[in-house]
């Protein structure tokens, strides 16, 4: 533990400082000062290609933003264990009073891969990690089964699943069904794909995805 | 759910469009191609005043990112729950191999802020959020004990332990201590200040935070 | 005792007659016949690295400077004692009807860093400094058990702790209670880092220690 | 106590940033590091115009510096009182190993008038001040009987009996007595005169105040 703190990471704080934090300092200040009053919250993937806050180019207090492998929502159940996206989730709605919560899933997800893999009898390494994929086992499996896609296809069609699964989730929380259909809340889901830089969002009545108009 | 996707998203992925992708479609091709394979991990919080990539910079595939509340990682502890700060340690280091992981907390923190309010008495709404937040609770307890610390100093207090803690719990994973003592992996903590846009990174030795030479 | 006066000081009285005195004659002149007329007064420590004049590029005239190890204020407790400190405040105050009174501590203070290690059970030789200590050793006490804190997040704590402290002892002076009461007198904190050259200036309603906006 | 900080002090501070600070910051992060090593202590008066740092034309680590009123040391006395000057001395001596005490009175002294002013029965207001004068009431006595002497001739006689009694009682206190006979300390007296900017320095022999050749 006594290494070197990364010096790409402060090389490109630098960058921040001289760029970005010079031309919005008052921003930072005043976001400090009265507290973030972010509008939106975004569950996403880890990957480090399809970070929120690049692809939406959101400024500082746009965005709360959960993020853990392939974008998953677990349903509701409060028990004894810890809960850190439901955590966040819980965060985001009473405390923040977010008014939309985006589910954004990408292309060549790695959790997904995983899931896909272990349906096809090829579990990756890791206890956690396939715990954690148990949640879209079902889908994955199912997903898995129909040879009539390729794999590629297999891929996608289990990326777009699991974010109408997250937001069939969301709904299972009480305090986001209540706000949902009290109009005071709005759930959406959106796709990246890495190699085009597409961007499609989900359309909420069908979960059909297409490319919104620009 | 028949919203409209949020106007202010459209509006910023078509300045990323137009403006970052179309300067790295190239890189953004390759990274599709051939996978991620960011060298690091960050642990950061979900606050919408504090993301990783704006403030170290950083773009498409350099850094790993799991954002919980309040950047906490749980000690290690393999049951029958999900666990989605597990799944995303053991992912980057199992399959993306990472070579650092910053855990990275903030001022201002709200989870910070709930767990000091817990331990004086005034616990936060929501039920999730409460047992997330016992992962703090001694410490909270300690900190929020010393009432010769302003509140303010006693949140910055506490936002720094937190880090220390975090990191102390990931070397209760099996995986990471045998790759932190084995050379192949290296720990690091750092702290935003919102207000004045400071990163303080922590020194591994003494666990205290120091603002790094520029 | 017939040793030669240093040199060094010697050269820096030279360098004084021929910069700042040759182009401030006429205010020396002035000062000296009409008497000094501060307006402020700065009780600081000893330490060679923290000087009032230097930190505030105050010129001759500007300051009335009292000057003790750890810039301690002790309660007001007249008695058959001599009270440097206590006589310098009251010159002050009474004399010099001074509008301001700044407690400046400063970062790596070997006086609070005493303290600590004395209610680490490592008091530092000396009967005088250790009698004088006393005057923080309930405070320094409750920082140095709070082991969460790193050794040098202590010495920070208390560092402040102790500019609080010493704003509060001002308090118990029937003399300077009176005039903050009545609006001629105003008490500030401040604290300097040493090292990166940053003044942080005390809230006075919170106590904290914040940087100003320059 | 919600007053703002006083304005000259942060304008004075913002000069200082951008002035020597930013020309020695080397300077102070060494300091900051490695300590303070001064050779040299001064013990000085409060007075606004006669700063030490200002009149030596010091930089950061040079002079530890105790001020306090009329530049008084009293006779060694460990009691049960806290005694700042005695603190500081024994902090010098023992813990900094100074290898030079300098005393330095000025001329216009409010403490040295205030001390005539009571031997001619006017005592200034003011009972910390009054006990702290008592120090030199003896031979301020004697110098305001002597009636061929102008009341001004008094006021620089005083301050320099002061400045040798204070050098006088430094012997009393047995770890300085010892470091001076071992050749490893030795004790200076200076004047300075606030109109004329003249500094005069003690022969330790005669005990006379001369000009120093520059």
Same mark, same amino acid.
């Given at each position: %533990? /006594?290494?070197?703190?990364?010096?790409? =990471?402060?090389? !490109? +704080?630098?960058?921040? %400082?001289?760029?970005? +934090?010079?031309?919005?300092? &008052?921003?930072?200040?005043?976001?400090?000062?009265?507290? &973030?009053? #972010?509008? /939106? %919250?975004?569950?996403?993937?880890?990957?480090?290609?399809?970070?929120?806050?690049?692809?939406?180019?959101?400024?500082?207090? &746009?965005?709360?933003?959960?993020?853990?492998?392939?974008?998953?929502?677990? #349903?509701?159940?409060?028990?004894?264990?810890?809960?850190? /996206?439901?955590?966040?989730?819980?965060?985001?709605?009473?405390? =923040?009073?977010?008014?939309?919560?985006?589910?954004? !899933?990408?292309?060549?997800?790695?959790?997904?891969?995983?899931?896909?893999? @272990?349906?096809?009898?090829?579990?990756?390494?890791?206890?956690?990690?396939?715990?954690?994929? @148990?949640?879209?086992?079902?889908?994955?499996?199912?997903?898995?089964?129909?040879?009539?896609? @390729?794999?590629?296809?297999?891929?996608?069609?289990?990326?777009?699943?699991?974010?109408?699964?997250?937001?069939?989730?969301?709904?299972?929380? #009480?305090?986001?069904?209540?706000?949902?259909?009290?109009?005071?809340?709005?759930?959406?889901?959106?796709?990246?794909?890495?190699?085009?830089?597409?961007?499609?969002? %989900?359309?909420?009545?069908?979960?059909?995805?297409?490319?919104?108009?620009?």
């Amino acid at each position: %533990m /006594t290494q070197q703190f990364p010096p790409f =990471l402060i090389e !490109g +704080y630098r960058n921040f %400082m001289s760029g970005r +934090y010079a031309t919005e300092s &008052q921003r930072y200040r005043k976001l400090a000062d009265e507290g &973030q009053k #972010p509008t /939106t %919250m975004v569950i996403a993937c880890c990957d480090s290609r399809a970070a929120p806050e690049t692809i939406f180019d959101a400024g500082p207090g &746009q965005l709360f933003v959960l993020r853990n492998v392939a974008n998953l929502v677990p #349903p509701f159940g409060p028990d004894a264990a810890y809960h850190g /996206t439901s955590s966040a989730i819980e965060f985001a709605i009473i405390h =923040l009073k977010v008014e939309n919560i985006v589910v954004m !899933g990408h292309g060549r997800c790695g959790g997904i891969a995983g899931a896909l893999a @272990t349906a096809a009898g090829h579990a990756p390494e890791g206890a956690f990690i396939g715990k954690w994929l @148990t949640m879209i086992e079902e889908v994955a499996g199912k997903v898995e089964a129909n040879s009539l896609l @390729t794999s590629s296809e297999q891929q996608t069609a289990l990326e777009r699943i699991v974010i109408r699964q997250s937001i069939g989730n969301l709904m299972t929380f #009480p305090f986001v069904k209540e706000r949902v259909e009290a109009g005071a809340l709005s759930l959406h889901g959106a796709w990246f794909d890495i190699s085009s830089g597409e961007l499609w969002t %989900m359309n909420g009545e069908s979960g059909d995805f297409m490319r919104p108009e620009l």
